[in-house]
T-cell receptor
Framework: KQEVTQIPAALSVPEGENLVLNCSFT??????LQWFRQDPGKGLTSLLL?????REQTSGRLNASLDKSSGRSTLYIAASQPGDSATYLC??????????FGAGTTVTVRA | KAGVTQTPRYLIKTRGQQVTLSCSPI?????VSWYQQTPGQGLQFLFE???????NKGNFPGRFSGRQFSNSRSEMNVSTLELGDSALYLC???????????????FGEGSRLTVL
């Protein structure tokens, strides 16, 4: 059974600092990995999707890397802003029409 | 382009009742999946539908059921509600990419169910 772990569970940084969020998974036979953002009481917003054949994806200040062989992905957020405060979730797809989610990392960016 | 729409957004039920939640996917998306989110268990997969066929189901009791219509809209039903069913129920749609489950998922705002 796929297990997805996100460490740390919570993170607090001053504005302007770069954020590094970690995600690990136990079974490397994945189709893709997706990073989401969730604001309190809201749904999930897709940030980046990395297919298994890719090593990284970038969108604006966000960059996500994927190392399938070691079962790891990292989400980098450059020059953090208070608006980046949210819970960030990673999820993997194993090709069985479902995602397995981590518990998330709650980020607070202090102004 | 409209996103994934879920109704109702909030509802309160009592134990033993049943509830039906609705999800309208992004136009053109044919895959719809459902997830339950609770503080203790996080996000857990309920089921996934494509062209009115359930392709996968999570580890939930038979009280949880779903269906998909020909226009790709989906509903999920929970019968004989229990206190533990209180959760945020999230629907996601995907433009089937050909590979099983390899498409990007887009989520709705969720339906928050409280069972008293």
């Amino acid at each position: 059974k796929q297990e997805v772990t996100q460490i740390p569970a919570a993170l607090s940084v001053p504005e302007g600092e770069n954020l590094v969020l970690n995600c690990s998974f136990t079974d490397s036979a994945i189709y893709n990995l997706q990073w989401f953002r969730q604001d309190p009481g809201k749904g999930l917003t897709s940030l980046l999707l990395i297919q298994s054949s890719q090593r990284e994806q970038t969108s604006g200040r966000l960059n996500a890397s994927l190392d399938k062989s070691s079962g790891r992905s990292t989400l980098y957020i450059a020059a953090s802003q208070p608006g980046d405060s949210a819970t960030y979730l990673c999820a993997v797809s194993e090709g069985d029409y479902k995602l397995s989610f981590g518990a998330g990392t709650t980020v607070t960016v202090r102004a | 382009k409209a996103g994934v729409t879920q109704t109702p957004r909030y509802l309160i039920k009592t134990r033993g009742q049943q509830v039906t939640l609705s999800c309208s996917p992004i136009s053109g998306h044919r895959s719809v999946s459902w997830y339950q989110q609770t503080p203790g268990q996080g996000l857990q997969f309920l089921f996934e539908y494509f062209s009115e066929t359930q392709r996968n189901k999570g580890n939930f009791p038979g009280r949880f059921s779903g269906r998909q219509f020909s226009n790709s809209r989906s509903e999920m039903n929970v019968s004989t509600l229990e206190l533990g069913d209180s959760a945020l129920y999230l629907c996601a749609s995907s433009l089937e990419a050909g590979l099983a489950g390899a498409g990007e998922l887009f989520f709705g705002e969720g339906s928050r169910l409280t069972v008293l």
